[in-house]
C-alpha cells in the first residue's frame, strides 16, 4: 500500500489520462462515460445563461464543459496536492476540447445530431448572427483541437512529474574530485661544448651548478687558490 501511494498512483493517472487521450484524439471517438458526463455539462451551461444574450447562451455550453474539468484540474492541483487526480483531470479537459472541435467542425454542414433539436450553437456563433465567419470552421476547429492534445499531454506530465521529481532527489550526487595540487615538472639542463670539452660546458653552467662547486664563506671571495680540487 505505500508503495502504491509512493509511485503507483501517479502512473495509474498517467495511463488513465494517456488512455482517454488516444481515445478521443487517435481513434476520434468519444470517451465511454465521461462524454455523457460532457454532454450534461453542456446543457446546464445552456440553461444557466438562458436568461443572457445569444451569444452567451449558445457559448457557455462548448465553454462550460472545458471549463469544469479545468477546475477540478486545478483545485485538486492546488488545493490538495494531488499531482495524479489534476492530471487525469486536465487530460479530460482535453478529451471535452476535442468534442467542441468536432462540433465547431461541424457548423457549416449541420450533420451532426442535436439533442431536442433547436438551433447549432456554432452554426450561430459562426453565422451572419455572431461573428460572421462560418467559413473559417475548420480553422477554429483545428485550434480547439491542438489546444486539446496540449492539455492531454499537459495532463500526462502532471502525473509523471512527482515520479521525476522523486528520482532526481534520490540519485547519489556526483563525489566532487579533490583539489590536485599543482606540480611544477623539474626539468634538467643538458649543456654541451661543441668542441667535446667537458670544462668548457661545465664553464658555461651558472656557477651554483658547476662540478665541485662549493659556496665561499660569509666575508670572503673566492679566490683563485679556492678552485674545485677536481680542476687542480
Do not use: N
Amino acid at each position: 500500500m505505500d508503495a502504491f501511494r509512493a509511485w503507483g498512483r501517479y502512473a495509474l493517472g498517467a495511463v488513465a489520462a494517456a488512455a482517454i487521450g488516444v481515445v478521443a484524439f487517435a481513434f476520434e471517438k468519444p470517451v465511454p462515460a465521461l462524454d455523457l458526463f460532457d454532454l450534461g455539462i453542456h446543457e446546464l451551461g445552456h440553461l444557466l445563461t438562458a436568461f443572457m444574450p445569444r451569444m452567451v447562451m449558445f457559448l457557455s455550453g462548448s465553454v462550460l464543459q472545458v471549463a469544469v474539468p479545468l477546475a477540478l484540474a486545478a483545485y485538486f492541483l492546488w488545493r490538495r496536492s494531488e499531482w495524479a487526480s489534476a492530471g487525469f483531470c486536465l487530460a479530460w479537459a482535453g478529451t471535452s476540447a476535442r468534442d467542441v472541435a468536432v462540433y465547431v467542425a461541424d457548423a457549416p454542414v449541420q450533420a451532426l445530431p442535436l439533442i431536442g433539436g433547436g438551433t447549432h450553437d456554432w452554426a450561430y456563433l459562426l453565422g451572419p448572427e455572431g461573428f460572421d465567419c462560418i467559413d473559417r470552421a475548420g480553422a477554429v476547429a483545428r485550434f480547439v483541437e491542438v489546444l486539446g492534445l496540449l492539455m492531454v499531454v499537459g495532463g500526462v506530465g502532471l502525473c509523471l512529474w512527482p515520479l521525476v521529481s522523486r528520482l532526481r532527489a534520490t540519485r547519489p550526487k556526483p563525489v566532487e574530485a579533490a583539489v590536485r595540487r599543482a606540480t611544477t615538472p623539474v626539468t634538467t639542463t643538458t649543456v654541451t661544448d661543441p668542441s667535446g670539452d667537458p670544462w668548457l660546458a661545465a664553464a658555461a653552467l651558472p656557477e651554483e651548478r658547476r662540478p665541485g662547486w662549493e659556496p665561499a664563506p660569509e666575508g670572503r671571495a673566492l679566490s683563485r687558490g679556492d678552485e674545485p680540487a677536481s680542476r687542480r
